[in-house]
C-alpha cells in the first residue's frame, strides 16, 4: 500500500479542496466516498446536453474573491442569475420580494406606495399582537411583512419545507425578511454569481487530475465498513460525513431535514420558462420544480429535463440535507465536538456534515481554505487562488 499522509472521508467540496490543497504541499491523501461518484451534494450529470443537478439547483453566489478566483481555475462559469417565480395557486409572483412581486401583489407602482401598503399590513399585524412578542412563525412573518404576502408567499412554502404547522414552528426560523424596494429578481445580493458550464462536477474530476498523482479516490467506499483498520492505518483522518456517526451517535442522534427529488424528460425546448419555480401553496406537495435547460441554455433541441423537489422527514435512511440547528441539537453538537477533541484528536471534521451547519458552496470552500490554513500553517493572508 502507498504511503498516505491523510484519509479523506467524503468526497463533496470541503474534502476534495483539501486533498489538492495537501498535494499541492507534496502531501498524498487517499479519498473514500460512500456514493458512486465524486462531488458530494454538488454532483453534477448531464444528459441530452443538459447538466443536471443531482441534489437540487446549485448555483454558486459569493462576495468572497479569494473563493470565485480559485474555483474559476477548475471550469468556466457563465453569468447566470437565479431569478425565481413563485407560483400561488396558478397566480404568478416574482421573488426574492421586490417592487415586482409588489405590483403582482398590490399594483402599487412607485416605492413609496409599496412601503405604505406594507406598513399598513405590518401595523394591523402589530395592533393585534399587542404588546407581546411573535410566540410562533406566523406571528413573527406577520409583524415583519403583513398577512397578504405571509398568506401567500411564505406560510405554505415553510410549512412544506418544515412538515409543520408555522403556528408550531418557533419565531427565530424566519429572522428578517428583506424587501427590495426596486424592480429586481436577483435572489442574492452577491456580487459574483454563476453556475460551471458543464456542470460542477469538473471542478473536482480536475482537482484530482492536477494533483500529480497525489490523490487517490475509492468511490463505492463507506468509510464505517473499514473504521478500524482506516483509524489504525492512517496517521491523519479528515472526515466530512456526519458527525455523530463517527461517536456511534453516543450521545443521541442530531436531526436533520431531508428532501426527495422526482426527475421527468419530456419532449419540450422550454416547459416551464424559467430555471426554478416554487410552488408556495401548502397542497403542490412540492416546494420547488427546476427545468435544468435554462442553467446553461446548452441543451439539445426537443429534450427538457425537470425536477421536482419534496421535503421530507429525515430518519438514518434517508439522505441529510438540512441540519435543525434548534437549541437541542445545538447543545448535542456540542457533545460530539467536545468527544471530537478528547476522543479523536488525529481526526479534522469539516464541512456541512461535520460540523452540523448549513454551508452554502462558497463558506465550504472558505472553510476548506481555514482548514488547510491550520493544518499546514500557512499565513492567513495567503490567497489561494493565485499560489
Ligand atoms: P457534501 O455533502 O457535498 O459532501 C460530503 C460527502 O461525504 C458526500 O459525498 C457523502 O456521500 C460523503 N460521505 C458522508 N459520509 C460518508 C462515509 N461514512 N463514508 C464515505 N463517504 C461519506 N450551495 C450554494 O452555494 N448554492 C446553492 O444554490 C446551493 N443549493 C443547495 C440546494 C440544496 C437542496 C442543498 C441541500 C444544498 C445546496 N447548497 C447550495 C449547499 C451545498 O450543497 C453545500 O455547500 C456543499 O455540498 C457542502 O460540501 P461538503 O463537502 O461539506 O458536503
Not at 108 to 114: R, V
Not at 249 to 267: A, C, H, P, Q, V
Not at 321 to 342: F, G, I, M
Request: without cysteine; glycine residues 6%; charged residues 25%.
Amino acid at each position: 500500500t502507498k504511503n498516505y499522509d491523510y484519509l479523506i472521508v467524503g468526497a463533496g467540496p470541503f474534502g476534495m479542496t483539501f486533498a489538492y490543497e495537501a498535494a499541492k504541499r507534496g502531501k498524498r491523501s487517499l479519498v473514500v466516498e460512500k456514493r458512486s461518484f465524486i462531488g458530494g451534494n454538488t454532483h453534477t450529470h448531464v444528459e441530452n446536453g443538459i447538466t443536471v443537478h443531482d441534489f437540487g439547483a446549485h448555483i454558486f453566489h459569493t462576495d468572497n474573491k479569494e473563493v470565485w478566483d480559485y474555483v474559476q481555475n477548475f471550469a468556466e462559469f457563465n453569468n447566470f442569475q437565479n431569478q425565481v417565480v413563485a407560483n400561488y395557486n396558478g397566480k404568478l409572483f416574482n421573488l426574492p420580494f421586490n417592487m415586482n412581486t409588489f405590483y403582482q401583489m398590490w399594483g402599487t407602482k412607485t416605492p413609496a406606495e409599496a412601503k405604505a401598503k406594507i406598513e399598513e399590513q405590518k401595523s394591523a399585524a402589530l395592533k393585534e399582537l399587542g404588546d407581546r412578542q411573535p410566540r410562533n412563525l406566523e406571528e413573527q412573518a406577520i409583524s415583519l411583512i403583513g398577512t397578504d404576502i405571509y398568506q401567500a408567499l411564505i406560510k405554505g412554502y415553510t410549512e412544506k419545507q418544515w412538515g409543520r404547522k408555522a403556528t408550531e414552528l418557533p419565531a427565530f426560523i424566519i429572522k428578517r425578511l428583506p424587501v427590495r424596494f426596486i424592480y429586481d429578481n436577483n435572489y442574492f445580493n452577491h456580487r459574483y454569481q454563476g453556475i460551471p458550464v458543464g456542470g460542477y462536477t469538473q471542478i473536482f474530476e480536475n482537482m484530482v487530475e492536477r494533483s500529480n498523482g497525489l490523490i487517490d479516490v475509492l468511490t463505492d467506499t463507506d468509510f464505517f465498513d473499514h473504521k478500524d483498520e482506516f483509524m489504525a492505518e492512517f496517521p491523519r483522518v479528515l472526515y466530512t460525513g456526519m458527525i455523530d456517526q463517527f461517536f456511534d451517535y453516543k450521545f443521541g442522534e442530531l436531526e436533520y431535514r431531508s428532501l426527495r427529488f422526482e426527475s421527468e424528460t419530456i419532449d419540450s425546448d422550454n416547459y416551464q420558462g424559467n430555471a426554478v419555480i416554487n410552488y408556495t401553496d401548502a397542497e403542490t406537495p412540492y416546494t420547488r420544480q427546476m427545468e435544468w435547460r435554462h442553467f446553461d441554455g446548452l441543451a439539445d433541441e426537443g429534450k427538457t429535463i425537470i425536477t421536482r423537489e419534496y421535503p421530507q422527514d429525515w430518519d438514518r435512511t434517508k439522505e441529510a440535507y438540512y441540519p435543525v440547528n434548534d437549541d437541542k441539537n445545538t447543545e448535542l453538537y456540542k457533545q460530539y465536538v467536545k468527544a471530537a477533541r478528547e476522543e479523536a484528536p488525529e481526526v479534522l471534521f469539516g464541512g456541512r456534515l461535520g460540523k452540523y451547519r448549513y454551508f452554502d458552496m462558497d463558506q465550504v470552500f472558505n472553510d476548506a481554505f481555514n482548514t488547510v490554513r491550520q493544518e499546514f500553517g500557512v499565513a492567513d493572508d495567503f490567497n489561494f487562488a493565485h499560489d
